[in-house]
């Protein structure tokens, strides 16, 4: 008992010094707020590296794919623009000049709605009002040189009607002679003519210059060539004359027509051309500038796609750690808390089955509380089990053996020397004139009587394996395991010789002035062939007695079973 | 002012006046570009009883502000009024490609002669232009050639369009002109090649008209003499020169020749409207104010042609701010106009248009270090004649001695405090014109690798402007981008 209480306070002390305390509380708090704050850190990261994303984005969707799209629109329309101007420069008459002037309008109307778009370059809405009025020039250039393009074809045209004029009414008033006289008039009015037409088809200033000459040369051989007409004809033919010089070499005629034309011509191409470099460089810088947002939004995207792909790798990195950290923090609530629930489950319930199980419950902890609390409460109602278990096996007044706790241990001694193949005695000793001495001390003294007996007797026995008990009244018992004949009569003796040195008066005996008792044994040899009963023996233990009281008490009679 | 002809006794002599002049890129510009006066002087000649040629010498379509615009097409307009019987081309002609140029042939109510230029696409010379004209002057025929020197592409890189040996062409278009009936073979052009002086010995040609502004600058070339070759050697020049031709005289060809100045004419009001016109246009187009100057400025040839300047720092870094390149580089050839700003003065788009008048188009180059040490020792190569080489940089620094032989006076080249690395890859920018080899910058050509441009590249001067405009206000400075430790004072 008192061992089982020792190793019970050695356990308990060793688990004081296994570590600082950690509470259920703190781990769970620990935990819980592990749990919280990496959730609350993978959430934060995903959402900034989200709002980064989408700034990305925005800038892109709200800035630079608008700026392309209106750069490309702009740079669209401006291609457009040159080869309209390259039209409108060639236009060989008047519809196409006019069609394509109005398209030219609309498209620089059209330019000039993108230009005022804030995501415009600033600069173009300059230059399109510079481009207008160059537009609108080379228009009045291209419509004059077609002017006069068709004011020489109207020349030729009169040239042309005078010419046959001169042919018809030279053949209608012909005779002989006259034929022959203007010959040559005629001759040389058509070369004048052949040579006029020739005009509208050179595209060289010095030789217009110079057939404008040999034309003056020419003109001049005609008015020469009248005098020579007959006078009926030299009326009509210096009218003729005239009209045609009209025609031709004056400030207005035809040489000059082609000489303007050329001009014009020329001014009109250069003009274009200008309208069209005009156009190019606007859309070289637009286009640039293109190249440049592009080469910028794909710079951009590249580098939105490398953040995306760092957040990725970062989000998933966390995430890794932060489930790892989960397992961590599981692991440790399995650890620190199921499993030792289960453990706590597991002990409680051999306490409880009786099993003596060894304390295993690690820890500083509430478990660990509970376990040593349950423990400590097993440990107690052990104790107490005992005592009651102790307390049900002794006599209440003289602390010996009780009949009961006889019972149990004769069996128990029977089984030995049937294995052991030893005799086993049981002596049965009783107070002689017991009525008599109570009758005559009380009641109270009687019991102190039987305490003082019983103590005597206790000390009789020294072999450990020898058992007392107090059989009932004043009848007490003893089992002498591997004691023979002999020794029953020897511990009997001694019994009897124990009680007459205790010397207690008993006044009203009629044997002895002093307490004495009547001891009978009875010896036996049980083996597996033939089995001494518990009772057998009693009954010849107390035949013994009764016989030793029968011989006049204060004796023994010992008997063997064969 | 009258000219006096040697008035001919004989019967089979046949007399011509040719006006010779050429150089006049900027309408209206009393040096560069008096056609008013010019054509006071035609209409005087023209009056005259013999019969007059006027032969103009090119080097005219650019470059101006409003060639910049619009390549030289306003001078065709104006000479179409002033009736050229023909006009040489000449290096400035191709100041806008040769594509522009056969444009403006087109435009032209004359011919345009380029006798030694074979165009590949065609195979013969460019759209447009003529390799040879046979003029009828009264009952004179004249044959007219034209060469350029094969150094043009140098200075101008073409396309497509290659020169071809102009004292070969020369003689054979001599021979096809003779062949077609030429009495006279004239020769244009405008370089002081010593074949022109043989073949007016030898009789291929009869007559040569050189022009050449800028002629006493050359310090290399020797010039020589010849009575029959007629020099123009400044601006606002023209050459009057009556000749007679009697075969059966020993000397067949008598020439009179006189150089007479422009501003001695009255403007003719009909062209001071014409050319009013332009500038009024031009006005319309470059009247604009960019921006204000916050420090003096000098574009003078020499200041831009031998060290670094402060106009030429103001272009390379709007250059390197629009393209976002590593380093700029770009050669003092480029900026024409010569004038110098005082602080405070308003630019205008005009400016800069004179300033920058030849289209000069933007390119990015993706180049080894080495390549840029080449260009500079290029740049700096031909220091002592302030050819338009010279390089301005952005990005970089560069220390030179310019005491050491040419090619080997680049001492260090440091682009963002680091030296240079002369395998590594920088992006340069630069223009078009560099970039295909121009001004000896050949090495840009032969670069390895193609850069990224776009179809259309911007004008360098829509970029300043543009630039200008955004920065308002502008402070140009010089520091030390390029420093020629010879000129260092002591102590520093």
Redo the contacts between chains.
Sequence with gaps: MSNTKASATTKANASWLRGKRVPLSAVFLVSISTIIFLFFLVSMLAFFRLQSFSDILTELTEESVPSLAISGRIFGKVNQLTYLTEGLTRAQNEVVRRVLYTQLQEQVADLQVLAVDPNADP?LL?HIQ?LD?EISELNQLVKSRLETEATIQKTLDSVYQLYNAVTVSQSEQADEDQIIDNTNWKNVFADVVAMASRVATL????E???TERRLEEQLGELSELILVLPESQQSAADTQLQALQELIITKTGLVAQK?SH??T???A???G??VR??I??Y???S??RA??LTEDTLAKSKRTTTLVKNQINILGTISVIAILILIVVIYVIQSRIVTRLEKLNDFVRDRLAGRDTRFAISGNDEISDIAKSFETFAHTIEEQKQILEDMSLSDGLTGVANRRAFDKRIDHDIQLAVRHQWPITVILFDVDHFKLYNDSYGHAVGDECLKELATAIKNVMRREQDFFARYGGEEFVCVLSDTDLAGAKTVSNTILEAIRNQAIPHIKSPISEHVTVSVGSVTARPSKDRITSPIELLKRADEALYEAKERGRNRQVNVQIE | MLITLVASAWADEKNITFVFTADMPVVGDERKGAYSRLATLLKEVRAQETETAFLFGGASLGPSPMSG???G??I??VL??L????MGVSQREFSYYED?LS??A??????MVASNLFDPLVRSTPTGLVDRVL???GNLSIGIVSVVDPSVTEEYPLERAQVIDPSEQVKVKALQLRASGAQLVVLLYSHPSLFVKKQLEQGVIDLAFLTDPDLDIRSEETVWSHPRNVLLSRYAQAAVVSCSLNENESERLTIESKLLNLDQFAPDPEVVAQTTGYSMRLN??LD?QISQLKAPMDTSRKAVRSGENAFANLLTDAIKSFT?ADVVLLNGGIIRAEKYYQEGELITRGDIFQELPFRN??ATLDIKGKVIIQALENGLSMLESLEGRFPHVAGMQVTYDSRLPAKERVLKVTIDGEPIAPEKNYLLATTQYLAEGGDGYWMFKEREGESGN??????LS?IVI?NM?QQGQINPQIENRMVDVAKRKPGE
């Design positions: 600069a300059a510079g009025l595209d060289r200033l010095a217009i210059r110079q000489i050329l001009r011509k020329g001014r191409t250069g003009r051309n200008f470099n005009f190019l460089d859309a070289g810088m286009e640039y190249y440049q | 615009f619009d390549r097409a306003h065709i307009d179409n009024s009736e050229p019987d023909a522009e444009l403006r087109f435009e032209a109510g004359f011919p003029i009828e002057k319309r187009l604009e976002q188009k933007v776009t179809k259309f590249p911007p004008l829509d543009t405009r």
